[in-house]
């Protein structure tokens, strides 16, 4: 039973950028047999690449295509890897509260090597991990009330967390009635 016919809307992951949401998210969904949308590849398609997007048209209309692509993501059900910002979006925040969000977190020093000579255009400059942690300072209220549960990916293998997210959300078996 897909989680679209439990009636259990899409199963969502946010956080921060490097958190895990587009490598952990592909590999739920694989677990779960549930097809697998991320919102920033809904933008690529779409309008091209993201940097690009930012340097011609400014973090705004960025924000305005990802609330599209986070819709048509939601719509498609399954597991969805928002990007790192959407959750900025009060529209997007008001959908979310229709599915079931888990927020994957990681610690500062482990994200330094993950977003090492990153493609992000919110970290390009002087020092990425500086500004990765001033943007998560900001937006960590606002991704914990959004959340129904957190992981946190920062030890241990890819494979744990994915495992603990789909023991999270598969749904139980129905009682057998005698
Ligand atoms: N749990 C994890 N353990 C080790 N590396 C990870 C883990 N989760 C993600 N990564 C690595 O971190 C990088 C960023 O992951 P990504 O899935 O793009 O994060 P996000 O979509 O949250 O920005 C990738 O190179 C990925 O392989
Ligand atoms: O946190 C953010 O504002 C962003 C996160 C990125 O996605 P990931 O969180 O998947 O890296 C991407 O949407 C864009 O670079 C902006
Ligand atoms: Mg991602």
Redesign the pocket.
Known sequence: MTSAEAGRGALVLIG???AG??SVGRRVARALGETFSDT?KIVVRDHGP?RDLFLAHGEAHFRAV?RDAVAEALERGGVV?L???AVLDPVTRERLTQHRVVLLTVAPHVVASRIHGDE???LGGEDPAERWLR?YEERRPIYEAAADIAFDTSSGPLARVVDDIVAWARPVPAQETP
């Open positions: 921060p950028m490097g949401k587009t920033d993201i990802e890897a990007g790192g910002g992000r255009p919110l943007i």
